[in-house]
C-alpha cells in the first residue's frame, strides 16, 4: 500500500473512532495430499454472527498487515497457498457503513476506495496462488475481496450474496465493477450490480453464485472448509484444472450495458446516479485494463460519497434495518398480553390474506367469520391454497401444510368462533357504521381481555370504538397491500386505547415480522395521507388542463417504482376515491375531490390507461371522459406544486404529532409504499431539493442526517 494511501487510510480511520475492528487471524496448515504449508486469513471482528463482519479503515490496514505477513513468507517458499475465509456464518458485509456517514471531504471518501483497492488487489499479485473460501454471508467488499483471489469456492448454505452498493446509492468500489464482467461476461454482471440491487436488493444463494460462475466450486456447509481445502490442495498439486469460458467481448458486452440501462431507466428514470456510474464502469471495463477500472471505481465511489443518494440511501437502511426494530412510542412489551387464537371478520381477499399471515406466523388457530356460508367457505379454501402452493414449493413440509390447515376453520355464529378469540381483527367493507356495527356484535361475545383491531385504511378509530363498552381495548392494525409483501405495519392508538392493548398490538406485529410504526388516530394515518395529497395534486392538475402524459412525467425525477396512475390502477380508482373523500371531509382546504376520477370510477373502469402494446396507454374512452380546464404547466411546475404540496402536508402531520418525528414518516413510505431507498424516503428528497424551506421554513433532518455532515 502506498505511503499516500496510508495515511489518507490512516486518517480516515481517526475520524470513525468507533469503528467494529474487523482481525484478520492467519493460521497455517499442512494441506491434505501433501500440497504443502497453507496460510489462511480468518476475518472475525470478535462478535457472534448476528454483528457481521465490515471493513471500516482500520479493519483494512489489520488486513494489509496480514498480507504483509503471507506475501513475505510466499516470497520465501515457505507456503503453497494463501486462503480467506470468514467467522461462522459470515465472510464479511463490506464496508463498515457508519464509517461512511461521517466522511465529510472528498479526499476522505477517495482514501477509503484507493484503501481497499491497495490491499485488495495485493491478494492477485502475491508469489503463491490465492483462495477465497465463502462460507457465509458475503455483500460488497466481502465479495470483492474473493474477486480478487485467484479461485473461489462458495458454500451450499449460503442465503445471502450480493453487491448491493447501487441498491443504496454507490457502485461496487473495491473491484466489483472491473472484476466481475471479466470474470463471468458482462451480462451476468449486470444482473447481479444492477439488475438484483434495484429489485429490492434481491440476494444470491450459494447454488446460484456457483452457477454464475463466480466461485469454481461448491459445498455443503457442515464441512464446508475441510471439502474446500481438500478441493484447494487438487489445484495446487495439478490434479485438478479450473476451466472458466472465455468471456465475450463482442457486441454481447454492448447488448448487456445497454440492457443495464433499460433497467435503470426502468427503475430510477435516470433521478439517481449510482447505476448509471456502475454502468459507465462496466461498459469500459470490456478492455480488461484493471487499474484504469480500478482508477474509475476510486472516482465514482468518492463522487457518489459526497452526495444526497447514498447518504440517503444509507438513512433509508439504517431506518428499516435499526428503527424499524424499536417502535418510537411503543409501550412496554412486558405489558403484552399472549394470543393464542385470532379471530377475522370477513372472508373477502384482504381478510383471507390476513388469516394467511395469522395462520403461518402465530401458528394458533385462526378463525373467519362471514354473512354466509359459501363466503367463508371460499376464504378458507383460499387459505387451504396457498399452503398447498408453499407445499409445492418445497417452503413447507406435508406434516406442517396439514397442520396448518387444521388450524383455520370459518364459523357463521360470531359466539361459536370468537368466545376464546385473544386478537380479533376486521377488514369489512370501509363504512364507519358497517365497523361499528361488526365491532357491537364481536365485544358482545368476546373474551374481556381480546384485542379488537381494525384494518381500516383511513377511519377514526376512536369514533369506530365509541360505542362499545371497552373502547380501550380497541387498536388500528392497518396492513398494506398485497400483504405478504408489504411489510408496513399502521399501528393506531386511539383516544381510549389502552398500554395493554397497545403493547399487545406490538407483540403481534414482531411476531407476524412487520415493521410496526405507532400512529396517531388521524385522517387516512401516514401513507395514505401523503399518497392522497400527491395523487390529488396531480389529479387537479390534470383537471385543471395539463396532459396526462405531462403530469406523469413532471414527478418522473423523483424515480418512483411506478407513475401515479399506474398507482392509482393497483390501489383501485373508487379505494382512491373514498380516501379522497375521507380526507376532503376533514381537511377540504387542501384534499379534494376530482370529478374526472368520480367519473372514472362510476363508468366502471380500472384505470386511466390500456396495456394493448404492452405499454401503458390512455385509454380512449377514459380519455372521453375527462373534462380538463386552460391551465396547462410544464413538467417542472407540476414536480414544484405536488411536491410543495407534500412538504406542507407532512409539515401539518409532524405539527399535528401523527408520528413521533420524520424518520417515521420516511419509514412507512419506504415499507408501505415502496418509496425508493436512494430518495430516503421523502424528507430527506424535500430537504434536498428545497421545498421543506421554502413552504415551511425549515428543514425536516439536521444536518448530516441523510446528508453530508456540514
Not at 15 to 34: I, K, M, N, S, Y
Not at 667 to 673: D, E, V
Request: charged fraction near 20%; aromatic fraction near 6%.
Amino acid at each position: 500500500m502506498s505511503t499516500t494511501t496510508a495515511e489518507l487510510l490512516k486518517g480516515a480511520a481517526e475520524l470513525f473512532p468507533d469503528e467494529v475492528v474487523t482481525q484478520t487471524h492467519v493460521r497455517h496448515l499442512a494441506l491434505p495430499g501433501g500440497a504443502g504449508n497453507f496460510a489462511l486469513i480468518t476475518l472475525d471482528n470478535g462478535l457472534d454472527h448476528t454483528k457481521p463482519t465490515t471493513f471500516g479503515p482500520q479493519s483494512l490496514a489489520n488486513l494489509n498487515a496480514a498480507i504483509d505477513q503471507v506475501e513475505k513468507e510466499a516470497a520465501e517458499g515457505s507456503i503453497v497457498g494463501i486462503g480467506i475465509t470468514g467467522k461462522p456464518f459470515i465472510f464479511a458485509v463490506g464496508a463498515d457503513l457508519k464509517g461512511v456517514e461521517l466522511l465529510g471531504r472528498h479526499e476522505d471518501a477517495l482514501a477509503i476506495g484507493k484503501g481497499g483497492h491497495d490491499v485488495f488487489r495485493r491478494l492477485s499479485h502475491l508469489a503463491v496462488p490465492t483462495f477465497a473460501y465463502y462460507n457465509g454471508a458475503a455483500m460488497g467488499g466481502g465479495v470483492e475481496v474473493g474477486l480478487h483471489c485467484s479461485y473461489r469456492t462458495v458454500s451450499t448454505s449460503i442465503a445471502a450474496f450480493s453487491l448491493p452498493e447501487v441498491f443504496l446509492g454507490l457502485v461496487p468500489g473495491w473491484g466489483g465493477c472491473a472484476l466481475l464482467p471479466n470474470l463471468i461476461g458482462a451480462d451476468k454482471a449486470v444482473s447481479v450490480i444492477i439488475e438484483n440491487s434495484l429489485n429490492q436488493n434481491r440476494q444470491l444463494k450459494g447454488k446460484q453464485v456457483f452457477e454464475l460462475g463466480i466461485a469454481d466450486a461448491i459445498f455443503e456447509g457442515a464441512d464446508f472448509l475441510e471439502q474446500s481445502l481438500l478441493w484447494t490442495s487438487a489445484v495446487l498439486r495439478g490434479e485438478l484444472q479450473v476451466q472458466r469460458p472465455e468471456i465475450d467481448r463482442g457486441e454481447a458486452w454492448d447488448a448487456a450495458v445497454a440492457r443495464g440501462r433499460f433497467i435503470a431507466d426502468s427503475k430510477v428514470h435516470g433521478a439517481a446516479p449510482a447505476a448509471y456510474r456502475a454502468l459507465d464502469i462496466i461498459a469500459a471495463a470490456k478492455s480488461g485494463d484493471l487499474s484504469a477500472g480500478f482508477d474509475a471505481e476510486d472516482q465514482a465511489l468518492a463522487d457518489l460519497i459526497m452526495g444526497g443518494e447514498l447518504r440517503s440511501g444509507i438513512y433509508a437502511f439504517n431506518l428499516v434495518q435499526k428503527r424499524a426494530k424499536r417502535p418510537a412510542g411503543a409501550p412496554d412489551k412486558n405489558l403484552a398480553r399472549p394470543v393464542t387464537k385470532v379471530g377475522v371478520v370477513g372472508a373477502g381477499l384482504m381478510a383471507s390474506q390476513l388469516a394467511l399471515l395469522f395462520l403461518r406466523r402465530l401458528e394458533v388457530p385462526v378463525v373467519l367469520t362471514d354473512i354466509d356460508q359459501e363466503r367463508i367457505d371460499k376464504g378458507v379454501g383460499y387459505v387451504h391454497t396457498e399452503i398447498e402452493k408453499l407445499r409445492g414449493k418445497g417452503r413447507i413440509n406435508q406434516d406442517k401444510a396439514n397442520r396448518l390447515k387444521a388450524l383455520v376453520t370459518g364459523v357463521l355464529d360470531k359466539a361459536d368462533g370468537f368466545a376464546d378469540a385473544d386478537f380479533i381483527i376486521e377488514a369489512v367493507f370501509e363504512e364507519m357504521s358497517v365497523k361499528q356495527q361488526v365491532f357491537a356484535e364481536v365485544e358482545a361475545v368476546a373474551p374481556a381481555h381480546a384485542i379488537l383491531a381494525t384494518n381500516t385504511s383511513s377511519l377514526s378509530i376512536s369514533e369506530m370504538a365509541s360505542k362499545l363498552q371497552h373502547p380501550e381495548r380497541v387498536v388500528g392494525f392497518h396492513f398494506f397491500n398485497p400483504v405478504a409483501i408489504l411489510p408496513l405495519l399502521e399501528i393506531v392508538r386511539g383516544e381510549k386505547t389502552d398500554d395493554a392493548s397497545l403493547a399487545t398490538a406490538f407483540g403481534v406485529a414482531r411476531k407476524l415480522k412487520k415493521t410496526a410504526v405507532l400512529v396517531k388516530d388521524a385522517p387516512a394515518f401516514v401513507v395514505n395521507r401523503i399518497l392522497t395529497r400527491f395523487m390529488g395534486e396531480i389529479q387537479n392538475v390534470i383537471d385543471e388542463g395539463t396532459p396526462v402524459a405531462v403530469a406523469e412525467k413532471g414527478v418522473e425525477p423523483l424515480g418512483l417504482p411506478m407513475s401515479p396512475l399506474v398507482l392509482l390502477e393497483l390501489v383501485g380508482p373508487a379505494i382512491g376515491l373514498h380516501v379522497s373523500e375521507t380526507l376532503n371531509r376533514a381537511f377540504p382546504d387542501r384534499f379534494t375531490v376530482s370529478p374526472n376520477l368520480a367519473a372514472v370510477v362510476k363508468a366502471g373502469k380500472r384505470g386511466f390507461y390500456v396495456y394493448d402494446s404492452g405499454a401503458p396507454v390512455l385509454d380512449p374512452e377514459v380519455a372521453a371522459l375527462l373534462k380538463q380546464g386552460d391551465v396547462v404547466l410544464t413538467e417542472e411546475q407540476v414536480r414544484t406544486r405536488v411536491m410543495d404540496a407534500v412538504a406542507q402536508e407532512i409539515g401539518l402531520m409532524l405539527d399535528e404529532g401523527v408520528v413521533a418525528e420524520a424518520q417515521d414518516i420516511d419509514l412507512c413510505l419506504i415499507t408501505g409504499a415502496g418509496w425508493p431507498f436512494h430518495l430516503g424516503g421523502i424528507t430527506p428528497y424535500l430537504d434536498r431539493e428545497g421545498f421543506s424551506e421554502r413552504v415551511n421554513g425549515k428543514k425536516f433532518l439536521a444536518a448530516g442526517v441523510a446528508s453530508v455532515p456540514a
